[in-house]
């Protein structure tokens, strides 16, 4: 099967080189920064607007987020429209959680698996410039996430001489964070490098009201459990790169980048439960310290070859990357009754990648534009899970049940073409994606093997429909698979505290997902509006399931639980109140159905929430900016219960001291409102977990440009590209 794929994506991309190769090199200018930057399959160009469309996605500046500008990326998205993060830093795409987050267009291991949502909130976002949301991408992108991708655009200095910014912002409770950029141009080189540490500090309560029916007593068993933590995260972020012009169509890059945070965490929990008859018959008092550490290495090497005419290029791309992750955690629990227990337990994984990709575009007659390529990916993981307890400190035993190894290896062969045309007013572009996946798994301490080999076919459709000068209609699919993460295979059980297990599902099977989408856009001067129906039906579709061990205990694992389905509204306005006052609202109503036999259920549960976000910019004076922004995310639906409603309010002012230095003041969570309920409720299990993040802080800091000049801050243009451009 890896043959009959090799040889196909050959027959798709060699046409391609080979037009390349015999395509007379251009008179061309030197290859330059400020120019259009291909990354895979999208045009970033260097200007400031705040939402941009194209035929296959929108784009979103943060430029103007004050918010982002002293916050994590995780507060940067909680502001985009169609993303969702909750107070754990999870992200999700119009209701569904299953979102691949890429960085220039290309994957990153911080972003998979445990740590995913640490690392979201702990990385800093005033190195992001874009935000790009594709709920429907083309095949030029991998099929991952059922809900689509988001990509984070970073900061591009494109003046030539010395370049950069420093910026420094310290904050209530402890928190700050720091960062420096830098560029020289020069001649063919171009160097380039960024510096930033973040430091939050955080008091997190949670508390857990759980119902376990008993066959014994044909009643439901109560217990409560209360627990405080204190957290503190630094993030460190560094990056060096270079471009090299050989000549007028050659330009080799380079790029070494480190991302990584260190955790620690101290809580207390307490526990109570009751007995058939409501008395307290057990309980425990829990100390607990946990230190978990997330390190990131990246080297890449690119080469791009401008051929004849514009956007017309070939490029190549390698990365080898390394991601290693542990978290080691250590109590003490006094129980009534019983003895007392000392434990120490921990998890740890390492993943290795490789990815080489080769894309080719061609313009073609009538303004139609070809792109292929070859992606190929190679991943080594290996999972650690350790536990040991005893009455003493000094005399722990090792826990065989919570103690193993796992190992677990992906290769992604994958070729890929799109073809985009335009018929008139009339624009379709066609994707096809091939990929042949295989997998290999090893649960070393069962010395149990398994392999998983497919073959797979991912189509994608976009087209654009010019009504008139202000109005365009789109009309979207695309095919998209979640493939379990390597922990959700793994059967071994693993310890999150004594009321509590994660395990995976070595059985468990890729969900797929048809997605569909109708949009309509109005565009005239500073105002756009957007309106965009959707619909998603998934089969083998991947859910978290929960269920009750004895004793109150609950294991949760993933299963595919047939179909669901799910659709909505989604609207958006950005446009301008008055000369000095613009405005970017958003609003998505949003509908979901799950099957949902398997888990207790006489059918199918199904639910529907309004979600919406608002931004309100003034600009006071030339030099005085305020901002408000607002977010507020409705009950949402899961396959055993619900999730409340989140908000937040935040306020931002910026003071532009001069062309080069600004200052900034911004207040997160000013009303305190931002917190989470997630409810179970089933035939046999009722629990409901309250968390409570004290998010809220004040930050003052400044921001300080050097080099090339005199420099501005950007402007505060809502504007939009046209559908198609």
Not at 356 to 381: M, V
Not at 581 to 592: D, K, L
Request: hydrophobic residues 35%; aromatic residues 8%; glycine residues 10%.
């Amino acid at each position: 099967m890896r043959l009959k794929l090799l040889l196909v994506a050959t027959a798709m991309v060699l046409p391609g080189l080979a037009m390349a190769q015999t395509a007379p090199a251009p008179a061309a200018k030197p290859a330059d920064k400020s120019a259009p930057t291909a990354v895979e399959g999208v045009v970033v160009t260097s200007d400031s607007t705040a939402m941009r469309t194209s035929i296959d996605r929108r784009s979103y500046s943060v430029a103007n987020d004050l918010s982002a500008r002293t916050g994590s990326i995780a507060d940067a998205l909680r502001n985009i429209p169609s993303v969702e993060v909750d107070v754990q830093g999870n992200v999700s795409l119009r209701g569904d959680a299953n979102v691949t987050i890429l960085i220039d267009g290309k994957p990153s291991g911080q972003f998979n698996g445990d740590g995913k949502a640490d690392a979201l909130q702990s990385l800093p976002a005033d190195s992001i410039d874009r935000v790009e949301v594709m709920t429907n991408p083309s095949a030029a992108y991998r099929p991952d996430g059922s809900a689509g991708v988001i990509n984070l655009i970073t900061k591009k200095t494109q003046k030539p001489g010395v370049n950069g910014s420093v910026r420094a912002n310290v904050g209530s409770d402890g928190r700050y964070n720091l960062g420096a950029s830098a560029t020289r141009r020069a001649g063919k080189l171009t160097l380039s490098g960024d510096v930033g540490y973040r430091y939050d500090n955080q008091s997190f309560s949670q508390t857990t009201e759980r119902e376990v029916f008993s066959t014994a007593s044909q009643t439901f068993l109560g217990s409560r459990q209360a627990a405080d933590f204190d957290n503190s995260i630094g993030g460190l972020n560094l990056r060096g790169g270079l471009d090299y012009d050989l000549d007028k169509q050659n330009r080799l890059s380079a790029e070494v980048r480190y991302r990584g945070f260190n955790f620690d965490m101290d809580g207390v929990e307490a526990y109570q439960g009751r007995n058939a008859a409501g008395v307290v018959d057990r309980a425990f008092r829990r100390a607990t310290h946990a230190q978990a550490d997330r390190g990131n290495t990246a080297v890449t090497a690119d080469w791009r070859r401008q051929l004849k005419g514009a956007e017309h290029e070939l490029t190549a791309h390698v990365e080898y990357e390394v991601t290693d992750f542990s978290r080691d955690s250590r109590a003490f629990a006094d129980n009534t009754p019983g003895a007392d227990v000392y434990e120490t337990y921990g998890f740890g994984a390492e993943q290795k990648r490789a990815n080489f990709k080769l894309d080719y575009t061609k313009p073609l007659p009538g303004e139609s534009k070809l792109k292929t390529g070859l992606d190929l990916e190679t991943t080594r993981n290996d999972y650690d899970n350790h536990a040991a307890s005893g009455a003493m400190p000094g005399g722990l035993v090792v826990d065989p049940s919570r103690t193993n190894r796992f190992l677990y290896d992906q290769d992604v062969y994958a070729a890929y073409v799109t073809y985009e045309r335009p018929f008139g007013d009339f624009t379709v572009q066609g994707g096809l994606r091939l990929e042949q996946v295989e997998i290999e798994t090893d649960q070393v301490t069962a010395n149990l093997k398994g392999q998983n080999d497919y073959f797979r076919v991912y189509p994608s459709l976009h087209t654009g429909y010019k009504l008139s000068d202000t109005q365009t209609l789109s009309a979207n699919y695309s095919h998209r698979v979640q493939r379990p993460q390597p922990q959700d295979l793994n059967p071994y059980p693993v310890y999150q505290d004594p009321q509590n297990y994660f395990a995976g599902n070595p059985n468990l099977k890729p969900q797929e997902t048809h997605s569909y989408e109708l949009g309509w856009q109005y565009r005239k001067g500073p105002a756009s509006y957007l309106a965009t129906a959707y619909f998603r039906q998934s089969y083998k579709a991947v859910t978290s399931v929960t269920r009750d061990t004895g004793g109150g205990v609950l294991l949760t694992t993933c299963e595919n639980l047939g179909e669901s389905r799910n659709g909505g509204l989604e609207l958006v306005a950005n446009g301008r109140l008055t000369p000095k006052v613009t405005y970017n609202v958003s609003a998505n109503a949003f509908w979901n159905e799950i099957e949902a036999r398997a888990l207790g259920f006489t059918g199918t549960r199904s639910g529907t929430t309004l979600s919406g976000r608002a931004n309100l910019n003034w600009q006071v004076t030339p030099k005085d900016f305020l901002q408000i922004n607002a977010f507020t995310s409705g009950k949402r639906l899961t396959p055993q219960g619900s999730r409340s409603a989140i908000q937040m309010v935040n306020l931002g002012y910026r003071r532009k001291m001069n062309d080069t230095l600004s200052f900034v003041v911004t207040a997160n969570d000013v009303l305190d409102s931002f917190k989470d309920d997630t409810v179970i409720d089933t035939p046999l299990l009722r629990d409901r977990i309250e968390r409570r993040p004290q998010v809220r802080a004040v930050f003052i800091g400044f921001t300080w440009l050097f080099g090339g000049g005199k420099q501005r801050e950007p402007g505060f243009d809502f504007g939009g590209a046209q559908v198609g451009g």
